[in-house]
């Protein structure tokens, strides 16, 4: 259920220009020379489905997503990511629920933090973030496995490992729905 269609990448990490990233069925690798930004791809998907850490996204604070500028070319102050889904019916949060094509965008403005929109519509990130639980592959689902997270899970507590299981299973999101009705 639900495909990445398309990635769009804009004043994020290296991308100063708008780029976008198509997703075809049969896409395996991103190749390039080193320091061309094939991670920072994978991280513009990653920091859109609501990843909280700017350390996972090899940072000091958030911002640090924003181009920074290089010797030729100057900063910018805010960076976006758009992810476009397809065969997304059910997924969004309600009343949006029957839409089968999804347009997420984060925006972060430097000094001011990140929103998220759904279609338009302004949500909060544990909206986004309990969206792609429910489709087991969130930020930090079995799915997206980053460098040095296969030794960790390895080595990690049960109780943390059951948190990936659970993830790949599909039911985090549910859980994380439980918890927020117990604290209303
Ligand atoms: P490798 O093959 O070594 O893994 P890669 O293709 O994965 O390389 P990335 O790590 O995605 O490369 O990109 C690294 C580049 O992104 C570096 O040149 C770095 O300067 C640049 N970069 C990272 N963050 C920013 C930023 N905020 N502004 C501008 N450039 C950035
Ligand atoms: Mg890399």
Redesign the pocket.
Known sequence: RATLARIRIAGF??FAEPTNVEVRPGLTGIV??????????V?ALRWAMGETSAKAMRGGEMD???????ATRS?RNLAEVTLSLEDAEGLAPPPNQDQPELEIVRRITRGEGSAFRVNGKEVRARDVQTMFADIGSGARASAMVSQGRVSTLIQAKPEDRRQVLEEAAGIAGLRARRHEAELK
């Open positions: 990490k290296s390039g020379p080193n320091g061309c930004g094939k991670s920072n791809v991280e640090d997503v924003i181009f920074a500028g290089t900063g």
